[in-house]
């Protein structure tokens, strides 16, 4: 009986999909397939030797060759100018460099960002007013070409070609994840400050025992998102820290290196791998925070 | 007198407190605040003065020029091609993306955001290349698009073809469309993150009229993350200077002239040239800030003014 019931109801089952889901569906697997084949390509050749990539490039290794990842460690160094002389930054300081200009920048943006939504959300001051106003006044007046400005600021400094000077640059307030962190703040209500006031608490207790606490979340998601591009990123180290070669830096050196010994395209594609698998990692197990819902009024935790 | 003494004890310490209050944020916006000037105020202003400036490698100083380098950048403009390339191939770089990027980023959020089949995974997809570096999508997809595609193409039909990159004809054209490829993430999460902030009761009324899907993102969706929608097309203008195409990855210092866009040649005046380019440069960004002002203002009145009610 209840197998017959069951053979019922399966016949009574519509699909339900429009058209609209159906094109949609179609492009978007079709721009996956482009992604997953074109990465899986460049995964296997990697392991690929000369010959066999020129013969074979659509096969599977014959054989897997691993030395094209030693190789590309061996030479991932990048020349930079060391006094008088030259040196090669191996892959170690470029890692360090990278460190430092990633974690400390994200860090320091992310703080400064947050530091300012929280004074100008909760102070009720006219320069609060002011500095909102600037920062959606920035946003919308394009600026182009302010970049030998910048640098030349940073020589008269003295912070050209240093991290320190790095980290000065993104001891900045401007931009969307401000936005992010003021809506959060003026969510937060108020009773919360005055209470913890009432019971003796100072400005810098309710800030951060109770205010950075309720944000942790959205802290995290823009400092994750921020340590990410900053990780990839290379004309900015180019321009700013060209005597300290970031990890990304090394990398594009090392795409146009023209040495014999690693000028193939496994070669190339081996160094690839070596700077992705990290931050696909870091992606895979962080993904369901990074593309969490985020909007210009803030990030649900 | 036990009054007049308590209602002072109350007043000091409530001045007290809003003596601590401006001392504590005045902690906390001070360096952030200094910072705006100097590397926003200050070095926008110089970029203002640089482009009247000139530089004597010689003597090692600036000395003022005027409206010279104005001049020079006109008279460029007219008697050479690489600014006329330049502006074409960063025209048609924003249409594309404008035309193109908008609109499919649009359509695939609202897919995932009603639901429909695959939308978790297609969100991590289309999220992905976000994250990776662009040397690497660069090199993958440059080595794929001379090697894999000719040697697919092949296989199954039994044809040679040229690579994309090294065709000259196609060489733009996929430069176009790689930077659409990977261009979904941002955008995506943005219209995500405002199309999440839709009433659940203005869909559900939608869905008991029977709306199509089309009709409920052309009629519903559409109109409420019109706001997210201007700010994404007003502050994009700006790339029609500001672009690279990503052109840094594909070829280094070392692209072709007729590939340049102006954000290109801006960004490679720095990296590769010295001082003695930098009045010039900011005469550049000058001019183009100068152009874009207006445009970006008129394009957000126009957008604001015509564009469609959430009532």
Known sequence: MNSANKKINFNKIKIKISIFEIVCLIILLFYMFTLVISFGWGILNSFKGSFDYIENSLGIPKPFILNNYFDACEYFGVRVKAGAGIRYVQIPEQFLNTILYAVGGSLIQTLTCCIMAYATSKFNYKLSKIIYTIVIFTMILPIVGALPSEVQMLKNLGMYDTIIGTWVLKTNFLGIHYLVFYAAFKEIPKEFNEAAMIDGASNLDVMLYIMFPLVKFVFLTIIILKFIVDWNEFQIPLIYIPNHPTLSYGEYKFTISPNNAVSDTPHKLAGCMLIFVPIFILFICLHKRLIGNVSMGGVKG | ?311
Not at chain 2, 68 to 81: H, V
Not at chain 2, 99 to 122: A, R
Not at chain 2, 208 to 232: N, Q
Request: hydrophobic share 50%.
């Open chain 2, 1 to 311: 007198m036990l009054i007049i003494n308590t209602i002072n004890n109350k007043i000091n310490i409530k001045n007290n407190r809003k003596r601590n209050d401006m001392i504590f944020y005045i902690c906390l916006v001070a360096i952030p605040l200094a910072q705006f000037i100097l590397f926003y105020i200050f070095v926008n202003f110089n970029s203002i003065l640089l482009s009247i400036k000139s530089y004597d490698a010689v003597t090692g100083e600036y000395s003022w020029v005027g409206i010279k380098n104005f001049e020079r950048f006109f008279i460029e403009f007219k008697t050479t091609t690489i600014f006329k390339t330049a502006l074409k191939n960063s025209l048609v770089a924003y249409f594309a993306k404008l035309l193109l990027g908008v609109s499919l980023g649009l359509i695939f959020s609202y897919y995932i955001f009603k639901k429909m089949k695959g939308h978790n995974l297609f969100k991590i997809v289309l999220f992905m290349p976000s994250i990776v570096s662009s040397i690497v999508m660069v090199a993958v997809y440059k080595q794929f698009l001379e090697r894999g595609i000719p040697g697919i193409v092949q296989v199954i039909f039994n044809v040679k073809i040229q690579g994309f990159l090294a065709n000259p004809d196609t060489l733009f054209g996929t430069i176009i469309f790689y930077n659409l490829w990977v261009g979904f993430g941002t955008p995506i999460l943005l219209y995500l993150g405002a199309m999440n902030g839709i009433s659940d009761s203005v869909l559900e009324a939608a869905k008991i009229d029977g709306a199509s899907d089309v009709r409920e993102f052309v009629s519903i969706v559409f109109p409420c993350i019109y706001s997210t929608f201007t700010v994404f097309i007003t502050v994009g203008l700006v790339l029609i200077f500001t672009d690279q195409l990503q052109l840094y990855s594909f070829y280094g210092a070392d692209t072709d002239l007729v590939y340049y866009t102006f954000g290109y040649y801006l960004y490679r005046g720095v990296q590769v040239g010295s001082v003695i380019d930098y009045p010039y440069l900011a005469t550049m960004g000058v001019i183009f800030t100068l152009i874009i002002t207006p445009i970006t203002f008129f394009v957000r009145y126009l957008l604001k003014r015509f564009g469609p009610s959430v009532e």
